[in-house]
């Protein structure tokens, strides 16, 4: 076999660890996403606390923070985030950035009322001293009919 073939074998070889890598990565990132919204709903402030970034952004409807802000508002429940039914999620993984989004109903309780609301939630994730936190988190109202491209 000539060095050029055998090059060639180990390129598309690590191409496709690469690949799967991306894949169990993203798998990872969206079991992280779960855990959020199920933390959130619950207030467990201790594991989002570990998960977000102390410097994130949140960009809600009515205006946007940082980490801090947001876990005082999870506490106390001024947002209690009840339930996020998500209907359709796309990952990316470049590195050690990853981007989830994900098109979600979302029920929530804000100022007495529950109210419920269609959104793209655009998570994104860097690995930081090997774990991976949430630098940003955005919230974009759309249509119940709203898709997102994979």
Do not use: C
């Not at 359709?88 to 989004?101: L, N």
């Not at 690995?127 to 630098?135: E, R, Y």
């Amino acid at each position: 076999m000539t060095k050029i073939k055998l090059l060639i074998i180990f390129l598309v070889s690590y191409s496709f660890t690469q690949l799967a890598f991306a894949d169990d990565t993203a798998e990872q990132l969206e079991a992280l996403s779960d855990s959020k919204w199920e933390w959130m709903a619950a207030k467990e402030i201790a594991p989002l606390q570990q998960l977000f970034h102390p410097n994130a952004k949140f960009v809600h409807m009515s205006g946007s923070w940082k980490t801090d802000r947001e876990l005082e508002i999870i506490k106390s429940g001024s947002i209690w985030y009840k339930k996020a039914a998500i209907h359709d999620r796309a990952t990316e993984v470049v590195g050690d950035t990853g981007v989830v989004w994900s098109r979600i109903t979302l029920t929530a309780h804000v100022r007495g009322n529950d109210v419920e609301n269609e959104f793209t939630v655009t998570e994104v994730f860097s690995k930081v001293d090997g774990d991976w936190k949430i630098l940003g988190l955005t919230f974009s109202k759309v249509r119940d009919t709203h898709e997102i491209e994979h």
